[in-house]
């Protein structure tokens, strides 16, 4: 039995070892894949980091597909049922490392993207695709690079659908139409290390940090909103000492992360957290890490095109959601872009024996399809 052509290029991206931040060819062999359907292509490489702009046409509305070819580390090769760059199918699952994160989506928008350029032909506006090898990494000279040259000149997206595995049991039951921001504080609290036997000539930092953390583990930041659950503040790691029991550490090392809402900027969390360890008059260091300020398409055409187009391919009525960690669309949704995040079933996704239902990926292409042929092809 012949593949399907999503399945075809599903197996030909998974089959290249691209473990981030390496592409492996994916990008070329996307190009060579749509410059006969009228694409104008663009690599955009930046350091270590390969990326892909594609456009076809010249006029707006422009509706993108967002994704990436790089993949996270398979782990040890044996521990998998087949080869994780051999993707193959068993009872239906094709298995092989990005088949749901998000090799898988690719092909279905590549598919789909080729059936509705051949049945419209004269479809408004323009198609493009914003494809990074850099998403599992540090996210540095992938999308943001990418938006930051497309904003320099003036090329904006007005809906950006990102291929990201959003579904819980079958495809399109949720759809991301929004992130919460993500913060990361590395704090050192200073004390005075000694011996245990003489506390009196040392500080002891993990006792003098403990009540502010705790005020700041249990602190209500925000009760959240009609599409996002209340601020989490979480430690993530915590370590002090030198490994004997008789000595008091010198200093105490505390990393924290917050997934918060559009209740919230990072600005105010930052100072509510100084705020709190200077009441408690610690002496201490904190470095902030922002992964990402949160966004939200709450409604609009490409919201509304999603749920339908949903609805006319599987009969469900999707659900909204913002839960889950950060993608790529956090970049793009700051340039004023409605941004949706719309992939298959993501059970497997990081895991060994990654896999995905091979007939899922027709069902996400024929709904990537129907949600072109809403969004180009219907009068306003």
């Known amino acids: 039995m012949t593949d399907s052509l999503v399945l075809t290029l599903a197996k030909d991206l998974i089959a290249r070892p691209s473990v981030t931040p390496a592409d492996e060819g994916c990008q070329q062999m996307m190009a060579e894949f749509l410059a006969p359907l009228g694409f104008a292509i663009e690599p955009l490489v930046f350091h270590d980091t390969t990326n892909l702009w594609a456009r076809k046409g010249t006029t707006t509305p422009v509706f993108c ?145 403990t009540p502010a953390l705790n005020e700041l583990a249990g602190k209500q930041w925000d009760n959240g909103n009609e599409f996002f659950p209340a601020t989490s503040f979480q430690i993530a790691n915590i370590n002090a000492g030198t490994g004997a029991s008789n000595v008091i550490p010198g200093e105490l090392q505390v990393q924290f992360n917050f997934r918060y809402s559009t209740e919230l900027t990072d600005i105010q969390l930052k100072q509510q957290v100084e705020e709190i360890l200077q009441k408690h008059k610690l002496r201490y260091e904190l470095k902030w890490t922002l992964s990402g300020q949160p966004f939200l398409t709450g409604g609009g055409k490409l919201v509304e095109a999603t749920q339908n187009a949903i609805k006319n391919i599987t009969g469900l009525d999707t659900e909204l959601s913002t839960s889950g960690g950060t993608s790529d669309g956090r970049f793009i949704a700051p340039t004023g872009a409605q941004v949706i995040e719309l992939g298959p079933v993501n059970a497997t996704i990081h895991k060994v024996n990654e896999c995905v239902r091979a007939a899922d990926l027709e069902t996400l292409s024929n709904i990537y399809y129907e949600m072109m042929v809403q969004l180009l092809t219907k009068n306003d």
């Open 65 to 209: 597909f967002a994704g990436h070819t790089d993949v996270v580390p398979p782990g040890p090769a044996d521990k998998w049922n087949t080869p994780p760059f051999d993707p193959t199918i068993v009872d239906g699952m094709l298995y092989g490392r990005g088949a749901a994160d998000m090799k898988g989506s690719i092909a279905s928008m590549m598919a789909a993207v080729k059936r509705f350029t051949t049945d419209h032909p004269d479809h408004k506006g323009s198609i493009a695709f914003l494809i990074t090898s850099d998403e599992e990494g540090p996210f540095i000279n992938g999308t943001p690079k990418v938006v930051e040259t497309l904003e320099a000149r003036q090329e904006k997206i007005t809906w950006c659908l990102v291929g990201e595995p959003s579904s819980t049991s079958q495809v399109g039951d949720v759809v991301k139409n929004g992130r919460r921001g993500s913060l990361t504080g590395d704090l050192t609290v200073f004390g005075i290390q000694g011996h245990v036997a003489y506390p009196h000539l040392a500080e002891n930092p993990v006792h003098l940090a």
